[in-house]
């Protein structure tokens, strides 16, 4: 099975008036600051597993209201969101807000959200305990015990970057300013587009970096919740490659259920100074007004990479591609 950008994408966004703040963990496990010196800095272990079998996108364990789950680690989220069914489970109680969702392949989705959701990620501490959102996911999702997604640029603050090291499969913070200690070609040689939606209380955030796909230029959404990097079949790049694609004979999920792609194979991907050959997938869709990109680079891309990401910014190094 395999999961299209984000499941919600860069287009689940929120409308409506609250007082909460972004959803930024607070330090539950870790030494808190005081005037003897900074507080320690935490890490958790990413899995690429479930149910003892291999998985190709970062996991983490958790809980939500003390029922345990798994939260899928998705920087295409551009805010932390719960799956109805955990959200029912752990017996929340949610409320419509007016919050609009669009899943990558521009259909809307019913959001709620949940005022109080108490949610803690295991070896890492406990979430504000602030509004978060609340949509209902695939079964096939449901099914892999997946029951939150966990947007990695919520977890920043003005002075702590996350590190999102798939070489050393580990989530950390780092303090803004320090060096990020990995070695490889540069992901982006031009700063990212940041998506913000300033106007809501859930802030939504994600980034877009400059590629191009053969030789085509594409914007494409930084996703470490997607499998395969695709592009929507209505963009210019897209169109490009429609005469080299396939039918594929996978099926990809998005929040609203399954869509069938094209497959283009052994396409050429040159982001900043990393330069790869993956297959890309042309995803039905089209481009939704928070955050427009003609598609997402994922995790077939990014599993070789080190990410630093904070409130304002995404950058990182990546090993050379094995299969050049």
Same mark, same amino acid.
């Given at each position: 099975?395999?999961?299209?950008?984000?499941?919600?994408?860069?287009?689940?966004?929120?409308?409506?008036?609250?007082?909460?703040?972004?959803?930024?963990?607070?330090?539950?496990?870790?030494?808190?600051?005081?005037?003897?010196?900074?507080?320690?800095?935490?890490?958790?272990?990413?899995?690429?597993?479930?149910?003892?079998?291999?998985?190709? %996108?970062?996991?983490?364990? =958790?809980?939500?209201?003390?029922?345990?789950?798994?939260? %899928?680690?998705?920087?295409?989220?551009?805010?932390?969101?719960?799956?109805?069914?955990?959200?029912?489970?752990?017996?929340?109680?949610?409320?419509?807000?007016?919050?609009?969702?669009?899943?990558?392949?521009?259909?809307?989705?019913?959001?709620?959200?949940?005022?109080?959701?108490?949610?803690?990620?295991?070896?890492?501490?406990?979430?504000?305990?602030?509004?978060?959102?609340?949509?209902?996911?695939?079964?096939?999702?449901?099914?892999?015990?997946?029951? =939150?997604?966990?947007?990695?640029?919520?977890?920043?603050?003005?002075?702590?970057?996350?590190?999102?090291?798939?070489?050393?499969?580990?989530?950390?913070?780092?303090?803004?300013?320090?060096?990020?200690?990995?070695?490889?070609?540069? %992901?982006?040689?031009?700063?990212?587009?940041?998506?913000?939606?300033?106007?809501?209380?859930?802030?939504?955030?994600?980034?877009?970096?400059?590629?191009?796909?053969?030789?085509?230029?594409?914007?494409?959404?930084?996703?470490?919740?997607?499998?395969?990097?695709?592009?929507?079949?209505?963009?210019?790049?897209?169109?490009?490659?429609?005469?080299?694609?396939?039918?594929?004979?996978?099926?990809?999920?998005?929040?609203?259920?399954?869509?069938?792609?094209?497959?283009?194979?052994?396409?050429?991907?040159?982001?900043?100074?990393?330069?790869?050959?993956?297959?890309?997938? %042309?995803?039905?869709?089209?481009?939704?007004?928070?955050?427009?990109?003609?598609?997402?680079?994922?995790?077939?891309?990014?599993?070789?990479?080190?990410?630093?990401?904070?409130?304002?910014?995404?950058?990182?190094?990546?090993?050379?591609?094995?299969?050049?």
């Amino acid at each position: 099975m395999r999961l299209a950008a984000a499941l919600l994408g860069a287009g689940l966004v929120a409308c409506g008036a609250s007082n909460g703040k972004p959803g930024v963990a607070q330090n539950a496990s870790a030494t808190p600051g005081d005037a003897s010196g900074p507080r320690e800095l935490r890490r958790v272990d990413l899995e690429f597993s479930i149910h003892d079998k291999p998985f190709p %996108l970062p996991i983490v364990r =958790g809980k939500v209201a003390g029922v345990p789950t798994l939260f %899928l680690v998705d920087t295409g989220a551009n805010a932390h969101i719960l799956s109805g069914y955990i959200a029912r489970k752990a017996q929340l109680t949610t409320r419509a807000f007016g919050d609009v969702g669009v899943d990558h392949s521009g259909r809307s989705i019913e959001t709620r959200r949940a005022t109080h959701p108490h949610v803690h990620i295991d070896d890492w501490g406990d979430l504000d305990d602030e509004p978060i959102l609340v949509t209902d996911v695939p079964d096939a999702v449901t099914r892999l015990g997946i029951g =939150g997604f966990l947007s990695p640029q919520h977890l920043a603050d003005e002075d702590i970057a996350i590190v999102l090291d798939f070489q050393k499969s580990e989530m950390r913070e780092m303090r803004r300013g320090d060096t990020l200690e990995a070695s490889g070609s540069a %992901l982006a040689l031009d700063p990212p587009r940041v998506c913000q939606d300033k106007d809501s209380p859930l802030r939504g955030l994600a980034f877009v970096v400059h590629a191009q796909i053969e030789n085509s230029p594409a914007e494409l959404l930084i996703d470490t919740g997607a499998h395969h990097s695709d592009l929507l079949s209505s963009s210019a790049p897209a169109k490009a490659l429609l005469p080299r694609s396939q039918p594929s004979g996978e099926p990809v999920y998005a929040a609203s259920g399954k869509v069938t792609p094209r497959t283009v194979q052994n396409a050429r991907i040159r982001v900043g100074a990393l330069d790869v050959t993956r297959s890309v997938d %042309l995803i039905p869709g089209q481009q939704d007004d928070f955050c427009p990109r003609d598609g997402v680079l994922a995790m077939d891309v990014l599993k070789q990479c080190v990410l630093e990401i904070d409130r304002r910014s995404v950058s990182g190094v990546c090993n050379s591609d094995p299969t050049k």
